[in-house]
Nanobody, 127 residues
């Protein structure tokens, strides 16, 4: 099991950019597919992006497609989320998580399919 720590959040104006990082401990990090989720106040946690263990495939929620990029560096045990053209509706607490099981070509987008959640990093986008 991996332990995850997110960082890189902050306050940014609409149209700006942020790069989130998720540092993992544990020698098995490279074997996990990883996801980013976010949760705004009063709302459920929602899927943002997914990356396979070898960066061979990425997948995005429609709301962030073309603006956000997920990547990973297995040598550094870190997964990233580059966020460009930020909008006020992107304001949320952002979490990374490790996919629980191997699903083949299926990309899970439910929070229930992920574990080892970090504590989250706050992203606030002002208009």
């Amino acid at each position: 099991q991996v332990q995850l720590v997110e960082s890189g959040g902050g306050l940014v104006q609409a149209g700006g950019s942020l790069r989130l990082s998720c540092a993992a401990s544990g020698r098995t990090f490279s074997s996990y597919a990883m996801g980013w989720f976010r949760q705004a106040p009063g709302k459920e946690r929602e899927f943002v992006a997914h990356i396979t263990w070898n960066s061979g495939r990425t997948y995005y929620a429609d709301s962030v497609k073309g603006r956000f990029t997920i990547s990973r560096d297995n040598a550094k045990n870190t997964v990233y989320l580059q966020m460009n053209s930020l909008k006020p509706e992107d304001t949320a607490l952002y979490y990374c998580a490790a996919q629980k099981y191997y699903y083949g070509n299926y990309v899970p987008t439910s929070a229930a399919d992920f574990g080892s959640w970090g504590q989250g990093t706050q992203v606030t986008v002002s208009s």
